[in-house]
C-alpha cells in the first residue's frame, strides 16, 4: 500500500515540477544573455559579479531538472522509499556552486582594484540589468509559490537563489547610479565585493539546510506538534504512542511510532485504530508516510503520546 502511495504521489506532481524546472533553464538563459550584455556594454565588475551568479542560476537549473527526473522514479526493489531525497543533491550543487561564484567574483575584484577599471555607457547597461531583474523577480516569486505548494526542496533552492540575485541585482543598481552620480570608480569594485560576500553568507546557508535534509533531520517543532496531537486526539482505544520518529525526504515526511493497546484487544481491532490514526494524519499533512508498531499493554513506556 505504502509503495503505491509513493507511486502515486510521484506520478502526481512530478511531471508539473519537471516543467517549472525546465522553464527555470529558459528564464535562466535568457537572464544570462541580458546580465552578459550589461557587463559588455559597461566593463562593471559589479554587473560581472551579477550576470556571474546567472551562470550558477542556470547549471543549477539544469541540475534540479535532472535530480527532479530522478525523484519522479516510483519506489522499487532497491529504492523501497522512493528517490524523493534526490532532490537534496540539487540543493547541495547549487550551494557549492554558489560558493564556487564568490570565490570567483572576489578574484574579478582583485585584479580590478590592481588595474582599475573605466566604465562604458553605464546607464545603458544599467537598463538592460535591470530588464533582467525584474524577469528574475516574477520567476522567483511564482517558482518559490510553486515549490512550496508542491514541497519540492528543488524548485524552492532555486527559488530562493533567484531571490537572492533579484536582491543583488537591486543593490548593484542603486549602487552604481550612485558611482555614476559621483564619479568615485572604486565604489564598483567595492559593490562587487559586497555582493560576493553576501552570495557566500546565502550559499553556507543553504548549504547547511540540504546537509540537513540528506542527514534525515525531524521537521520543526510545529509540525511535530500537529502530529503528536493528531495521533492522540483519532487513537481512542489505544493507551499511548511512544518512540515518534519522523525523516524528510524531499517533499515526502516519513512517521513511524510504537501504539500501545490493552492486550486482549484483537487484532482487527488494532488495526481499525492504526486505520484511522493514519488517515488523520494524512488529511492533516500532505506527502506523509506512516508506520505504526501495535505493541501490548505491558511495552507502554508511559511516555510520549498519551491518548486521550
Not at 558611482?179 to 555582493?195: E, F, I, K, P, Q
Request: proline letters at 3%; one cysteine or more; aromatic letters at 6%.
Amino acid at each position: 500500500m505504502e509503495d503505491f502511495a509513493l507511486t502515486n504521489l510521484a506520478s502526481d506532481l512530478r511531471p508539473p515540477a519537471l516543467r517549472l524546472a525546465a522553464g527555470s533553464i529558459v528564464v535562466g538563459l535568457v537572464v544570462l544573455a541580458l546580465k552578459g550584455a550589461a557587463w559588455w556594454i559597461t566593463g562593471s565588475a559589479a554587473l560581472y559579479s551579477d550576470a556571474l551568479e546567472t551562470v550558477v542560476n542556470v547549471v543549477t537549473a539544469a541540475v534540479a531538472f535532472w535530480t527532479l527526473r530522478i525523484a519522479a522514479r516510483p519506489a522499487d526493489h532497491d529504492h523501497p522509499y522512493g528517490h524523493d531525497k534526490a532532490e537534496f543533491f540539487s540543493a547541495v550543487v547549487e550551494a557549492v556552486l554558489i560558493l564556487v561564484a564568490a570565490a570567483s567574483i572576489l578574484h574579478h575584484v582583485w585584479l580590478n582594484f590592481q588595474i582599475g577599471t573605466v566604465l562604458r555607457t553605464p546607464l545603458t547597461g544599467m537598463g538592460v540589468n535591470l530588464v533582467a531583474t525584474v524577469i528574475n523577480g516574477a520567476w522567483a516569486w511564482f517558482l518559490l509559490g510553486q515549490g512550496r505548494a508542491m514541497r519540492s526542496p528543488a524548485l524552492t533552492a532555486d527559488a530562493k537563489h533567484l531571490g537572492t540575485d533579484v536582491i543583488t541585482s537591486s543593490g548593484i543598481l542603486v549602487g552604481l547610479l550612485l558611482v555614476v552620480a559621483t564619479g568615485v570608480l572604486w565604489l564598483d569594485s567595492a559593490l562587487a565585493a559586497l555582493t560576493a560576500v553576501y552570495i557566500l553568507w546565502t550559499g553556507i546557508q543553504m548549504l547547511r539546510q540540504s546537509l540537513s535534509g540528506l542527514m534525515d533531520a525531524a521537521p520543526d517543532a510545529d509540525t511535530l506538534q500537529r502530529i503528536r496531537h493528531t495521533v492522540s486526539q483519532h487513537a481512542e482505544g489505544a493507551l499511548e504512542a511512544h518512540d515518534l520518529r519522523t525523516r524528510q525526504a524531499g517533499r515526502l515526511t516519513f512517521l513511524q511510532f510504537h501504539l500501545v493497546v490493552p492486550g486482549g484487544m484483537t487484532v482487527e481491532e488494532a488495526h481499525n485504530i492504526c486505520d484511522r490514526i493514519e488517515e488523520a494524519l494524512k488529511a492533516e499533512m500532505e506527502g506523509l508516510v506512516v508506520t505504526i508498531h501495535v505493541e501490548p499493554e505491558r511495552k507502554a513506556k508511559h511516555t510520549g503520546v498519551i491518548v486521550l
